[in-house]
Nanobody, 123 residues
Framework: QVLLVESGGGLVQAGGSLRLSCAAS????????MGWFRQAPGKEREFVAA????????YYADMVKGRFTISRDNALDTMYLQMNILKPEDTAVYYC????????????????WGQGTQVTVSS
């Protein structure tokens, strides 16, 4: 069992920055790849970014590439998402997940999701 708790969401103006955190407890954190997803009202949940057990492997959705940076600190069992140059279309609930890397893709485990944190970007 991996318990994931997100924090760091909030209201920010367009062009601003936020840093999300995902604190993990339970099974060994660095056994898993980790990822961020988001879901806007009326839309399906979509992939944002993922990271392997170390910082050497990262994946980003095209819509956030160059603006968001994913990282992790295995000593603290915490993953981060630094979000810069935020846009109103980034408004969503952001979820962290634990999973695996396979064939150049991140596969979230259906069992390991956080409760989400709201990010709202005003224009």
């Amino acid at each position: 069992q991996v318990l994931l708790v997100e924090s760091g969401g909030g209201l920010v103006q367009a062009g601003g920055s936020l840093r999300l955190s995902c604190a993990a407890s339970g099974r060994t954190f660095n056994n898993y790849a980790m990822g961020w997803f988001r879901q806007a009202p009326g839309k399906e949940r979509e992939f944002v970014a993922a990271i392997g057990w170390s910082d050497s492997i990262t994946y980003y959705a095209d819509m956030v590439k160059g603006r968001f940076t994913i990282s992790r600190d295995n000593a603290l069992d915490t993953m981060y998402l630094q979000m810069n140059i935020l846009k109103p279309e980034d408004t969503a609930v952001y979820y962290c997940s634990a999973g695996y890397l396979n064939g150049g893709r991140y596969l979230p485990s259906p069992d390991f999701w956080g409760q989400g944190t709201q990010v709202t970007v005003s224009s």
